[in-house]
């Protein structure tokens, strides 16, 4: 089955820098690469997705790239402000039309320091 | 729009007991998954279910078990409780139409096995 790492485990950050965040993956066949914030007691939302039709999707300051042929994808948060801080997960997925079934990395603390 | 919500958020079991806990998916989402979070972790990937028939399965035995209703809604069931089945339970709905999309996720369920 899919197996996906992520790196770093916790990452600390001034105010206004920018945060790398990076997965990994093991299964050729995904093709659906989400990522989830998760704030302390509260519930995954997504924050940016991107398909493996695409190498790279933006959305104000965060963006997603993704090497298909290396497995690898990753999360870039430019401008960090303290909302920022949260629990972020990277997960893959093969979408079929049997489902779409999730592989979540281990998830990045992240602290956005003033 | 009430999202998906999950009942009951907090609960406490012994060891062997069993329990249900609870989804009713977003509104006009069909399809709802189950994923198990222990602290410190990333969602597991228990089960799917849309047309009321289990899709997919993750790595967990046959102890979990769930339901899907007409309505979409959904139960997950665990049971002979073990306390490594304490952990956060999420519930995520989605729609096969078109092509899965996001997985919005619950609140989730606190399980505590004692």
């Known amino acids: 089955g899919e197996n996906v790492e992520q790196h770093p485990s916790t990452l600390s950050v001034q105010e206004g820098d920018s945060a790398v965040i990076k997965c990994t993956y093991s299964?050729?066949?995904?093709?659906?690469f989400p990522w989830y914030k998760q704030e302390l007691g509260k519930r995954p939302q997504l924050i940016i997705d991107?398909?493996?039709?695409?190498g790279e999707k933006k959305d104000q300051r965060i963006a997603v790239t993704l090497n298909k042929t290396a497995k690898h994808f990753s999360l870039h948060i430019t401008e960090t402000q303290p909302e920022d801080s949260a629990v972020y997960f990277c997960a893959a997925s093969e979408v079929t039309g049997g489902g779409n079934k999730l592989t979540f990395g281990t998830g990045t603390q992240l602290k956005v320091e003033l | 729009d009430a999202g998906v919500t999950q009942s009951p958020t907090h609960l406490i079991k012994t060891r062997g007991q069993q329990v249900t806990l609870r989804c009713s998916p977003k509104?006009?989402?069909?399809?709802v998954s189950w994923y198990q979070q222990a602290l410190g972790q990333g969602p597991q990937f228990i089960f799917q279910?849309?047309?009321?028939?289990?899709?997919q399965r993750g790595n967990f035995p046959d102890r979990f078990s769930g339901h899907q209703f007409p309505n979409y809604s959904s139960e997950l069931n665990v049971n002979a409780l073990l306390l490594g089945d304490s952990a956060l339970y999420l519930c995520?709905?989605?729609?096969?139409?078109?092509?899965?999309?996001?997985?919005?996720f619950g609140e989730g369920s606190r399980l505590t096995v004692l």
């Open positions: 509104s006009g989402h069909d399809t």
């Open positions: 279910y849309y047309e009321e028939e289990e899709r």
């Open positions: 299964d050729s066949a995904s093709n659906y």
């Open positions: 995520a709905s989605s729609t096969r139409d078109p092509g899965w999309g996001e997985l919005f």
């Open positions: 991107i398909r493996s039709n695409v």
